[in-house]
């Protein structure tokens, strides 16, 4: 069965630092994978999003990603947060021939000064 | 870009209450989902449907059900609420894979806040 595991459920990190958000996926094939934020009272955005080819996927607002497939990761990475950042973080996969989308339990992230 | 309009952003309702929950696409997408977010349980799957009349029970469908009868509007149904759906819902919807348009993305509304008392 389909499961994303976030092992982070909050992360505190300071303005202008840098930051690495975990995901791990257990389907034994190549998944599609996908970064979702949800800034508070709005829906999910996507930020990036992984189907094949090159490992390193860029997205909006300055966010990356890295598939793994020996560690069966998909960490997000941003090189310098920004106050704006603070959200909740959902990480998902699905696979081919199934539509179902299978989300992660989400990090919240909070930014301090 | 494509849209997705989620007609109630919170709702307030009774035990025992007929509660509908409507979402409306404008891409003219295949493709609907209904999930139901909850602190620490991240989004969970109700329902789906592939196309008019043709729906999919998701992870949790127990207590829920769906109407499809245009593309593009997908409706989730309480028969009767109870406390325990209390919860954020929320609608997304895709096109086929491999098309151009959405191509295995969801799209999500804003969200629609349910509380039943």
């Known amino acids: 069965a389909q499961s994303v595991t976030q092992p982070d459920i909050h992360i505190t990190v300071s303005e202008g630092a840098s930051l690495e958000l975990r995901c791990n996926y257990s389907?034994?094939?190549?998944?599609?994978l996908f970064w979702y934020v949800q800034s508070p009272g709005q829906g999910l955005q996507l930020l990036l999003k992984?189907?094949?080819?090159?490992?390193l996927v860029q997205g909006i607002k300055g966010f990356e990603a890295e598939f793994k497939r020996s560690q069966s990761s998909f960490n997000l990475r941003k090189p310098s947060v920004h106050w704006s950042d603070a959200a909740e973080y959902f990480c998902?996969?699905?696979?081919?021939?199934?539509?179902?989308?299978?989300f992660g339990t989400g990090t919240r992230l909070t930014i301090i000064p | 870009d494509v849209k997705v309009t989620q007609s109630s952003r919170y709702l307030v309702k009774r035990t025992g209450e007929k509660v509908f929950l409507e979402c409306v696409q404008d891409?003219?997408?295949?493709?609907m989902f209904w999930y139901r977010q909850d602190p620490g349980l991240g989004l969970r799957l109700i329902y789906f449907?592939?196309?008019?009349?043709?729906?999919e029970k998701g992870d949790i469908p127990e207590g829920y059900s769906v109407s499809r009868e245009k593309k593009e509007r997908f409706s989730l149904i309480l028969e009767s609420a109870s406390t325990n759906q209390t919860s954020m819902y929320l609608c997304?919807?895709?096109?086929?894979?491999?098309?151009?348009?959405?191509?295995?993305?969801?799209?999500f509304g804003a969200g629609s806040r349910l509380t039943v008392l």
């Open positions: 997304a919807s895709k096109g086929p894979t491999g098309s151009s348009s959405g191509a295995n993305v969801l799209t």
């Open positions: 389907y034994g094939a190549t998944p599609y």
């Open positions: 992984y189907f094949s080819g090159d490992t």
């Open positions: 998902a996969e699905r696979y081919f021939g199934n539509e179902k989308l299978t």
């Open positions: 891409m003219d997408h295949e493709n």
């Open positions: 449907s592939y196309d008019v009349k043709m729906k």
